[in-house]
């Protein structure tokens, strides 16, 4: 099994541009979680989904996030206008029935 | 919000001996679960214990969970330096499994 999936691993880009990070679970997974890690906020549960439709939001920082599971192999979170702050790794993992989360390797995001 | 606290924050040992991480945490739970982060890479599932469970064993790992003083204890038996990184605690709670992190303890283990 390749594991979950994120792309890219590694992300800059300037103040004000969109930046949309992908992740692939783990086939047969039904469980879907995106985070974030900085020094300052430690790991941060951003949103989740559960059969692709997204049960908590409230860790979305703020409207410039948003998040969409399309289908039960994909999901995407979208960052419309980047800012500074929005600097950190973050992560997806996946589950099923939710007991074990497997982690993906991150994308390391870095706004100028 | 976080919440499980690990203490300590940081731990450095010789290669050989025993590390304990600790956890508390402040609501009841459905399970606890530990993970283990290398530097720069993502987090790795070691062990999961449930709320009606007191101790749990995997290989060189020894996990107990005391939901009376809401904390829970991760033992690293005969450590190696492999064992250098990050540890969190992680909750559970409620109706669907979402994992609250807490903020880690970073191990360093020296050959």
């Known amino acids: 099994d390749a594991g979950v999936i994120q792309s890219p691993r590694h992300e800059v880009t300037e103040m004000g541009q969109e930046v949309t990070l992908r992740c692939k679970p783990i086939s047969g997974h039904n469980s879907l979680f995106w985070y974030r890690q900085t020094m300052m906020r430690g790991l941060e549960l951003l949103i989740y989904f559960n059969n692709n439709v997204p049960i908590d939001d409230s860790g979305m920082p703020e409207d410039r996030f948003s998040a969409k599971m399309p289908n039960a192999s994909f999901s995407t979170l979208k960052i419309q206008p980047s800012e500074p702050r929005d600097s950190a790794v973050y992560f997806c993992?996946?589950?099923?029935?939710?007991?074990?989360?497997?982690f993906g390797p991150g994308t390391r995001l870095t706004v100028l | 919000s976080q919440q499980g606290e690990e203490d300590p924050q940081a731990l450095s040992i010789q290669e050989g001996e025993n590390a304990t991480m600790n956890c508390s945490y402040k609501?009841?739970?459905?399970?606890l679960q530990w993970y283990r982060q290398n530097s720069g890479r993502g987090l790795v599932h070691l062990i999961l214990?449930?709320?009606?469970?007191r101790e749990k064993h995997s290989g060189r790992l020894r996990v107990t969970l005391d939901t009376s003083k809401k904390s829970s204890s991760l033992l690293i038996t005969a450590s190696r330096a492999a064992d250098t990184a990050s540890y969190f605690c992680a909750t559970v709670s409620g109706g669907y499994n979402k994992l609250i992190f807490g903020a880690g303890t970073r191990l360093a283990v020296h050959p």
């Open positions: 993992a996946s589950s099923l029935r939710g007991d074990t989360q497997y």
């Open positions: 609501t009841s739970i459905n399970n």
């Open positions: 214990i449930r709320s009606n469970e």
